[in-house]
């Protein structure tokens, strides 16, 4: 299922003074809060990473950066506060996950 958060993500190409193109990826814009629909919570325990909560609950380890969208968080390091609670989001696609609910 791993699928890269930049998937979506269209391509620019900015011209250099020295006329050289340099091709690079447009902004990515995050989901606004509550758009994802939430699958579970889950608690995080002492120890645990991020990569490693998205393989148990996701399914893909890849697709830790599904995690800090849903919880709005900039760092992975603010995802493994152990006793936090996670939302752990419906994937995009999967039937119900466009309504936020």
């Given amino acids: 299922m791993s699928v ?3 998937a979506n993500v269209g391509t620019a190409v900015w011209t250099a003074p ?10 990515r814009l995050l989901p606004a809060p509550g758009s994802l629909a939430t699958l579970r919570t889950h608690e995080v325990r002492l120890g645990e990473r991020v990569d490693t909560i998205a393989a148990a609950e996701i399914g893909d380890a890849e697709m830790s950066w599904l995690l800090a969208d849903a919880n709005l968080a900039m760092r992975p390091t603010e995802l493994a506060r152990p006793g936090g609670i996670l939302v752990i989001p419906l994937p995009a696609g999967v039937p119900g996950a466009a309504s936020g609910q």
């Fill in 4 to 6: 890269s958060r930049y």
């Fill in 18 to 27: 020295s006329g050289r193109n340099v091709p690079y990826l447009r902004r």
